[in-house]
């Protein structure tokens, strides 16, 4: 096994980790919503610790349902992937593609005969 497969190897068993671990180590037991986001958290600590508090502003848009929220949260992150993936595989093509050109360009020079010959 290469260095590369091992650490590829590694890191994806870290991920399975981190995900699987708070489930299997029941973390969230005894909450009405155990992994909730940030908003929801700090919104429940605010409510508890200043009953009066009035938000400053209201959503644009509440979704219908939690479930609609975290589809459209995905839909977000994969998008911002998406935008990403493009931009980095359009960087590498065109490093390659220099490359390329410059190797092109090396081997022709190498050709030709040298001059005064």
């Known amino acids: 096994m290469t260095r590369n497969a091992k650490i590829n190897t590694l890191l ?4 399975a980790a981190l995900a699987v671990l708070p489930v299997a180590l029941g973390l969230g037991e005894g909450k009405e919503e155990p992994f909730t986001g940030a908003d929801a ?5 605010i409510t508890e610790l200043k009953p009066d508090y009035e938000p400053w502003f209201s959503p644009l848009y ?6 609609i929220e ?3 949260f995905a839909l977000q992150a994969a998008l911002g992937a998406g935008v990403l993936a493009y ?7 065109r490093r390659q593609g220099e490359a390329l050109a410059a190797g ?5 020079d190498a050709d030709r005969p040298a001059r005064g010959a």
Not at 87 to 93: C, I, L, N, S, T
């Open 62 to 67: 509440e979704p219908p349902s939690g479930e």
């Open 87 to 93: 931009y980095f595989g359009v960087r590498r093509g």
């Open 70 to 72: 975290s589809a459209l």
């Open 104 to 108: 092109a360009t090396d081997t022709a």
């Open 41 to 45: 958290q700090a919104e429940t600590a």
């Open 12 to 15: 994806l068993l870290l991920v």
